[in-house]
């Protein structure tokens, strides 16, 4: 993603904007600097140092809607599924602009995603996970099968702590442990 532009003041041109891809800013300047054409750099490169090092993201709920614009209102670009790993570029408001492993960019409310470091989703890639393969189906508080405590999707994928003969045991980003049955998931 690169959004720069250049403004001319009385004070020359000022490079405004923000990057994720620091080697095209720098090839930028550097035609510009073999152009001899004078600048003020204030491009801002992504991931944004507010972030603090979380710059990659889980999706918690079983379907993330990702907007155009930082709010509700705003239009529905894409959808995001349970246990999708994102990048996290940037943080306005109660709201992150992600980016999908399909290249998406758009933005997401804060409580749809648990932010993490790359240490952190490495740890996660590496636990025993399963995919739910049913079209809809639903997550479970213990293992009576009384309480739903969340729905799921095709594609969602959970962490599984254990099973039984009809059931997983499974662990969302941040949640502890839910139970669903086990006709619906495959291990991965």
Request: charged share 25%.
């Amino acid at each position: 993603m690169v959004n720069i532009e250049g403004k001319y003041s009385t004070d020359g041109w000022i490079l405004v904007g923000e990057s994720n891809l620091p080697d095209a800013v720098l090839a930028l300047k550097g035609k510009l600097n073999e152009a001899g054409v004078a600048y003020t750099d204030s491009i801002k490169i992504l991931p944004d140092a507010s972030l603090e090092g979380k710059h990659v993201a889980l999706v918690t709920n079983s379907v993330a809607n990702l907007r155009s614009e930082p709010k509700h209102s705003a239009e529905l670009s894409t959808q995001a599924i349970l246990g999708t790993p994102v990048k996290v570029w940037k943080k306005e408001g109660g709201w992150y602009y992600i980016q999908t492993p399909d290249k998406y960019l758009a933005w997401v409310n804060s409580g749809e995603i648990s932010l993490m470091t790359d240490t952190e989703l490495e740890a996660w890639k590496n636990l025993k996970k399963i995919i739910y393969t049913d079209t809809y189906g639903h997550v479970f508080s213990g293992i009576d099968a009384q309480t739903r405590t969340s729905d799921l999707v095709a594609g969602s994928i959970l962490e599984t702590t254990g099973e039984g003969m009809d059931f997983y045991k499974v662990r969302f980003p941040r949640w502890p442990g839910r139970f669903c049955k086990k006709r619906g998931g495959i291990p991965i």
